[in-house]
Every structure is written in structure tokens, then in C-alpha cells.
């Protein structure tokens, strides 16, 4: 099955069904496995906020402190991913040469 080479600038606007086959239809990719992972982690920080701020206030803790560890915790798993990024990009050059 060959990919669609349209523009699909204004599709997922108009016609999301359609954008959405042609986004499945080019199968797993692993950049936007990543994306998607950077994203999950935005929204997991952003999500936490409201919690650490009633737990800083309840307990008299620094909120900057709560949400720097918060942010600490989602720079290592961010880490792990560009270590495996780094890893494969080596692999691909050692295949090559």
C-alpha cells in the first residue's frame, strides 16, 4: 500500500477521520513514539501541580522544591530516552561503516 502524499494541512481540521487513517495508515514510527512520550510527560507535570501546591501548603514545604523534584523525575525518564536515541543512532553508524 503505497503512503498518500497529500497535503493535509487543513484535513485534520475538516475531515480528523480521514487525517487519522493517514496517520495510522503509515504504521509505527519511532519519532512519534517520542513526541508522544514528551508529551505525556508535560501533561503528567502539569497535572501534578495542583497536588503539590495543596501538599506544599498543608505540610508548609517549599512548592518549588516539591515541583523541581517533580521536574528531576521527569528529566531522568527523558534521559533514558535520549541515551536509547544515542544508542541507536551509534548502531546505525557502526552498520554503515
Same mark, same amino acid.
Given at each position: $500500500?503505497?503512503?498518500?502524499? *497529500? ?6 481540521? %475538516?475531515? @480528523? *477521520?480521514? #487525517? ?7 504504521? @509505527? #514510527?519511532?519519532? %512519534? ?6 508529551? *505525556? ?8 501541580? @495542583? %497536588? ?19 521536574? $528531576?523525575?521527569?528529566?531522568?525518564? #527523558? ?11 551509534? *548502531? ?6
Amino acid at each position: $500500500m503505497a503512503a498518500d502524499t *497529500r497535503n493535509y494541512s487543513w484535513t485534520s481540521y %475538516r475531515q @480528523p *477521520r480521514c #487525517r487519522c487513517a493517514a496517520v495510522v495508515g503509515q504504521g @509505527p #514510527r519511532e519519532d %512519534r513514539n517520542l513526541n508522544l512520550s514528551d508529551g *505525556r510527560c508535560l501533561i503528567l507535570f502539569v497535572a501534578q501541580t @495542583p %497536588r503539590l501546591a495543596r501538599e506544599a501548603h498543608v505540610t508548609a514545604t517549599e512548592l518549588d522544591m516539591l515541583l523541581g523534584a517533580t521536574l $528531576m523525575g521527569m528529566a531522568v525518564h #527523558r534521559a533514558v530516552l535520549m541515551f536509547y536515541m544515542l544508542a541507536g543512532g551509534i *548502531r546505525k553508524s557502526i552498520l554503515k561503516g
